[in-house]
């Protein structure tokens, strides 16, 4: 079983910046890199919608629209973290920011899509204040 616990949240005016983490266990150091991780955020009445994805290598990287040029993902995988750092925050970014682990190992392309990822965590605020 794996657990995602998301870090990092919080309330930062318009502008700002904010770095997420997202911390994978139940899996070993040689596992965690083996695979995919995503983030997803959802505001209140809206579906959950990609913000971001890395190769298991993290060679490969994929952003959303909304935040292209303005977010970048890593991970360090001996840490078993993944991270957001999130720049020039718009009040429009204000939502639930989910982490999300895909566990076919090896993947050659980057998962975008909701129902590519097999664990979630349970998601941390941002608000962004205009």
């Known amino acids: 079983q794996v657990q995602l616990v998301e870090s990092g949240g919080g309330l930062v005016q318009a502008g700002g910046s904010l770095r997420l983490s997202c911390a994978a266990s139940?899996?070993?150091?040689?596992?965690?890199?083996?695979?995919?991780m995503g983030w997803f955020r959802q505001a209140p009445g809206k579906e959950r919608e990609f913000v971001a994805a890395?190769?298991?290598?993290?060679?490969?990287?994929y952003y959303g629209d909304s935040v292209k040029g303005r977010f970048t993902i890593s991970r360090d995988n001996a840490k078993n973290t993944v991270y957001l750092q999130m720049n020039s925050l718009k009040p429009e970014d204000t939502s639930v920011y989910y982490c999300?682990?895909?566990?076919?190992?090896?993947?050659?392309?980057?998962?975008?899509?909701?129902?590519?990822?097999?664990?979630w965590g349970q998601g941390t605020q941002v608000t962004v204040s205009s």
């Open positions: 999300a682990s895909n566990n076919r190992a090896y993947l050659l392309r980057i998962p975008t899509i909701m129902g590519e990822y097999d664990y």
């Open positions: 139940g899996r070993t150091f040689s596992t965690f890199s083996s695979y995919a």
């Open positions: 890395i190769s298991w290598s993290g060679g490969k990287t």
